[in-house]
C-alpha cells in the first residue's frame, strides 16, 4: 500500500500551500522558519502553562507570530519563488510583526491611559496593522475574506457622519450614522475586546493553538498511519470495504484533526487508491474521502477553531459542546456509512482480499499506546472538567511522553542503540512543533479578520437591516429563513473556510434567524451555565450556522478538499467536488435536524427511551434523505420513490411523533413499493 505515497504527491503540495505555505526554502532561510514556528509552538505552551498573561499582549503575541511566518512561507502568487524568500517578503514580515509588537509594548497605555481613543502614532500604526493583515489575509486564505473585510469597513465609514458620507445611495446611505477613519482604527485596533483583538483571535492564542499542537504531534508520531491500517483491518474486506474503512479512518483522524484538507490527505493517501482498485470511479473514491473528511470537524473532541470560537460565543463550556456534539457526529458517520454500503451494492462492489489488509489484534496492539492521550484529553475534559486549554496542554506533555517511550523501544527492538531513539524522538518533537505552528497561521490571520468584521457589525447594527430583509424575504416562515441563511452559507464557502464562514454567519445572520424563530413562537427555554442562562434556541442556530460552515471545504467551485482528493484519484476536481458535495447534502438536513430538535444535541431528553426514539427517527430521516439523492434503496428507486423518500426525511425531521408517524409510513411505502417493483422485475 505505500506506492499510494507517491499518487498522493500533489494532494501532499495542495496541503503545503493551503495550510503549511508553499514555500520551502532551501537555503539558511529555512532555519528561521523552523526556529519561529517551533518558537511560536514554545511561547504558547508557556503562555498556556503561566496562565496568567494580560489578553491583550496574549493575542498580540499570537499575531505578532503569524505575521512573521506568513510572509516568509506563504508566496505571492502563482510565479512566486518557492525555494527562496524575496527580500520584499522579508520587509512585509518584518514590518507586519513590529506592528503586532507596537501593541505588546503599548497595550497597558492604550487601554488604561488612552482609553481606547488613537492618538496619531497609533492611527499611524494601527492603520499599517490592518493593512498588514489584509495582506497576511490574502496569503493565507485567498481574497474573499480580505475582500468581505474591506467591504466591512467601507460600510463603516459611510453614513452621514461617515468618512464616505453620501457615497451610497437612497436608504443604503441611511443604515447607520458612519465613523471617521480615526474611530474606525480606534475600534478594530485600540479595543481589547470587539476588534482585531476580540474574541475569536482570542480563542484561537488561548485555546485553538494547543489543540492543534497536540494533534500535530500525534500524527507525526504516527496515529494517523495507524488509524488507517486499523480501519483497514476491520473493514477493507467487506462489501465496498475501502470506502468504509476511509469514512471510519477518516472520523479516528477527525478527533484530533480540525482540517478536511489534511484528513483528506492523511487517511486519503492510503483509501482513495484502495477504493480506486475495489471498482469507485476516481470522481466517487474522492467524494467519499472528502465527505468522511469534511465530517471530521463535527467529532468531539476537536472540531476546529470554530467549535471552540462557537463556545466562547454562546458563553457554554466547551466540555458541555463536546458532549452536545457526540450524537449528531455519529449519525453524520453512520448515514455516510450506509450512504456507501448502498453505492457498494448499487455498483455492485466488493471489498480488498484479505492478502491486502492488515491484520486487525497485531494492528491494533501496534498502536494502542495512541489511545492513551485521547483517553486522557476525553477524561480531563468531561470528567475532571479542566478548562479546554489546560486539558490539551496536558495532553501534550503526555503524548511528547509517549512519543519518547515508542521511540526508545524501537530504537532497542531494532537493536540501533538509546541514542538512535533519542534522535528519532527528537525529530518527531520538533516536526510535531513546527508543524503545529505552520497549521495555526491561516487560523489566527482568519480568526483577527474576523474581528473586523464582527466590530464593524457593532459599530453600525448591520443586523437591524438584514432582519428587517430576511423577514421580508421568508415572510417571517422559519423554514424559509433557514433556507437563505443556508444560501448565505454555501455562498461564502465558495471562497471562506470554515472557521471565516462561521463566524461571518455567527456575527450577521444567526442573530436573525433567532429572532425570526422567536417571533414565530419558537422557544425550547434555556440551559443555566455557571450562573448564566443559554437560550437553546441562540445554541441550535449556532449549530446550524457551524455545520453549514464544515460544507465550505466540500463546496464548489472552490472545494479545497475535493481537490487534494482529486490529486490522489487523478481524477476531474469540479465532478469529485459536486459528488462530495450531493454525499455532503446529508449535513445539510442534519442541520434543520438540530434545529428543529434539541434533542439531539442530548438537551431536554428526559429518559434513555426518548432519547433512543429521536436518534432512531432521525437516523431513518437521513437514510431516506441519502436514498432519495443516491436513488437507490431496496433496489434502484425511480423519480417517484425518491420523492417519497425525499417527504418522509422532511416528516421525520422535526421532533413531533405525528409527522414522525407519517413519515415512517412513507419510508415503509417506498420500501414496499420497491420491494413489488423488484419481484415483478424478477418474474418479468
Known amino acids: 500500500m505505500h506506492k499510494e505515497l507517491l499518487e498522493g504527491g500533489q494532494a501532499q503540495q495542495l496541503v503545503q500551500e493551503a495550510e503549511l505555505g508553499g514555500r520551502r526554502p532551501t537555503d539558511w532561510s529555512r532555519w528561521v522558519i523552523l526556529a519561529l514556528a517551533v518558537g511560536w509552538s514554545l511561547f504558547q505552551v508557556w503562555a498556556t502553562w503561566v496562565g496568567s498573561l494580560d489578553a491583550l499582549f496574549f493575542r498580540a503575541a499570537h499575531l505578532a507570530f503569524a505575521f512573521a511566518l506568513v510572509f516568509l512561507v506563504y508566496p505571492f502568487n502563482r510565479r512566486s519563488p518557492r525555494d527562496r524568500i524575496p527580500l520584499f517578503d522579508w520587509v512585509l514580515g518584518l514590518t507586519a510583526t513590529l506592528s503586532a509588537g507596537y501593541v505588546m509594548w503599548q497595550y497597558k497605555e492604550m487601554i488604561e491611559i488612552r482609553g481606547g481613543l488613537a492618538n496619531q502614532t497609533d492611527l499611524w500604526v494601527g492603520s499599517l496593522t ?82 492543534v499542537l497536540f494533534g500535530a504531534i500525534l500524527e507525526r508520531a504516527g496515529a494517523g498511519k495507524w488509524f488507517t491500517d486499523l480501519a483497514f483491518s476491520a473493514l477493507g474486506g467487506v462489501r465496498g470495504g475501502p470506502a468504509k474503512a476511509s469514512i471510519v479512518s477518516s472520523a479516528l483522524t477527525g478527533v484530533v484533526s480540525g482540517s478536511s484538507i489534511s484528513n483528506v490527505v492523511t487517511s486519503g493517501t492510503f483509501t482513495i487508491p484502495a477504493m480506486r482498485r475495489a471498482g469507485y470511479s476516481a470522481e466517487k473514491a474522492g467524494a467519499v474521502e472528502v465527505a468522511a473528511s469534511s465530517n471530521g470537524q463535527l467529532m468531539p473532541p476537536v472540531m476546529g477553531a470554530a467549535a471552540f470560537i462557537m463556545a466562547d460565543f454562546l458563553g457554554v463550556p466547551y466540555a ?73 496542554l496536558n495532553a501534550i506533555f503526555l503524548m511528547i511522553g509517549v512519543a519518547l517511550l515508542q521511540e526508545l523501544y524501537r530504537a532497542l527492538r531494532q537493536g540501533q542503540g538509546l541514542w538512535r531513539g533519542l534522535e528519532a524522538f527528537g525529530r518527531i518533537v520538533i516536526e510535531g512543533f513546527a508543524n503545529g505552528a505552520r497549521n495555526m497561521v491561516g487560523i489566527a490571520i482568519a480568526t483577527g479578520l474576523a474581528g473586523i468584521i464582527i466590530a ?112 490522489i484519484a487523478r481524477g476531474d476536481p469540479f465532478k469529485t467536488g459536486v459528488q462530495g458535495f450531493v454525499y455532503e447534502l446529508r449535513t445539510a438536513l442534519l442541520a434543520y435536524m438540530v434545529f428543529f430538535n434539541p434533542g439531539l444535541l442530548l438537551i431536554g431528553v428526559e429518559s434513555a427511551l426518548e432519547g433512543g426514539r429521536i436518534i432512531a427517527t432521525a437516523l431513518l430521516g437521513l437514510t431516506a434523505f441519502s436514498a432519495a439523492t443516491l436513488g437507490y434503496l431496496w433496489g434502484p428507486a425511480g423519480w417517484l420513490q425518491r420523492l417519497v423518500y425525499l417527504a418522509a426525511a422532511l416528516l421525520l425531521m422535526p421532533n413531533n411523533p405525528g409527522l414522525e408517524l407519517i413519515g415512517l409510513s412513507l419510508l415503509a411505502l417506498g420500501l414496499v413499493s420497491q420491494g413489488w417493483m423488484a419481484r415483478r422485475a424478477s418474474a418479468g
Open 456 to 567: 464593524v457589525v457593532l459599530i453600525t447594527n448591520i443586523g437591524f437591516g438584514l432582519t428587517d430583509l430576511l423577514q421580508t424575504l421568508s415572510g417571517g416562515n422559519v423554514l424559509v429563513a433557514l433556507f437563505l441563511a443556508q444560501l448565505i452559507s454555501l455562498v461564502l464557502g465558495m471562497g471562506l473556510p470554515t472557521t471565516a464562514n462561521y463566524v461571518v454567519m455567527a456575527s450577521l445572520v444567526v442573530p436573525v434567524v433567532t429572532k425570526i424563530a422567536e417571533q414565530a413562537g419558537i422557544d425550547y427555554g434555556s440551559l443555566t451555565f455557571s450562573g448564566i442562562e443559554v437560550p437553546i434556541l441562540k445554541i441550535v442556530a449556532h449549530m446550524f450556522a457551524f455545520y453549514f460552515g464544515i460544507m465550505a471545504d466540500s463546496t464548489p467551485p472552490v472545494a479545497l478538499a475535493a481537490y487534494a482528493a482529486s490529486a
Open 320 to 392: 458541555a459542546l463536546v458532549l452536545m456534539a457526540v450524537v449528531p457526529a455519529l449519525l453524520a458517520y453512520l448515514t455516510l456509512f450506509i450512504l456507501v454500503d448502498l453505492e457498494a451494492v448499487k455498483l455492485g462492489l466488493k471489498g480488498l482480499p484479505k492478502s491486502e489488509l492488515p491484520r486487525f489484534w497485531p494492528t491494533l496492539r501496534a498502536g494502542l499506546h495512541y489511545a492513551f492521550p485521547l483517553l486522557y484529553l476525553l477524561y480531563a475534559l468531561l470528567i475532571q472538567q479542566l478548562s479546554p486549554e489546560r486539558a490539551a
Open 130 to 211: 490592518i493593512l498588514m493583515l489584509l495582506l497576511a489575509g490574502w496569503r493565507a486564505l485567498g481574497p474573499a475574506m480580505p475582500i468581505i473585510s474591506i467591504l466591512f469597513m467601507l460600510f463603516a465609514l459611510t453614513g452621514p457622519q461617515g468618512l464616505f458620507q453620501g457615497q451610497l445611495p437612497g436608504v443604503l446611505g441611511q443604515l447607520h450614522a458612519g465613523v471617521q477613519w480615526r474611530s474606525l482604527v480606534s475600534q478594530l485596533f485600540m479595543n481589547a475586546s470587539d476588534s482585531i483583538w476580540g474574541t475569536p483571535i482570542g480563542v484561537s492564542a488561548r485555546t485553538v493553538f494547543v489543540f
